[in-house]
Nanobody
Framework: QVQLVESGGGLVQPGGSLRLSCAAS????????MGWYRQAPGKQRELVAT???????NYADSVKGRFTISRDNAKNTVYLEMNSLKPEDTAVYYC????????WGQGTQVTVSS
């Protein structure tokens, strides 16, 4: 089992920045990739960004150039740096770790509003 704990969400004005963190614990060996998804009210959960164990990254088109995913292997933590935030970025953000199956965190709310 892998346990994931997200933090860093909150309320921010349009154009502002936030950094999300996801700390992994438990059976973290052989995690192939970690990433972030988000789900806005009334919408399906969607991919935001992923990073493999080798450091390769992938981003949704809607966040390219604004969001950056990174990982600190020593701390077993993945980060999502979010800049130039827009109201449409408002959602619950979920951390995911992929082994043979996916493990999900509980989610952290991000609200972009003036």
């Amino acid at each position: 089992q892998v346990q994931l704990v997200e933090s860093g969400g909150g309320l921010v004005q349009p154009g502002g920045s936030l950094r999300l963190s996801c700390a992994a614990s438990g059976s973290i060996f052989s995690i192939k990739a970690m990433g972030w998804y988000r789900q806005a009210p009334g919408k399906q959960r969607e991919l935001v960004a992923t990073i493999t164990s080798g450091g390769s990254t992938n981003y949704a088109d809607s966040v390219k150039g604004r969001f950056t995913i990174s990982r600190d292997n020593a701390k077993n933590t993945v980060y999502l740096e979010m800049n130039s935030l827009k109201p449409e970025d408002t959602a619950v953000y979920y951390c995911v770790a992929t082994k043979i199956k996916d493990y999900w965190g509980q989610g952290t709310q991000v609200t972009v509003s003036s």
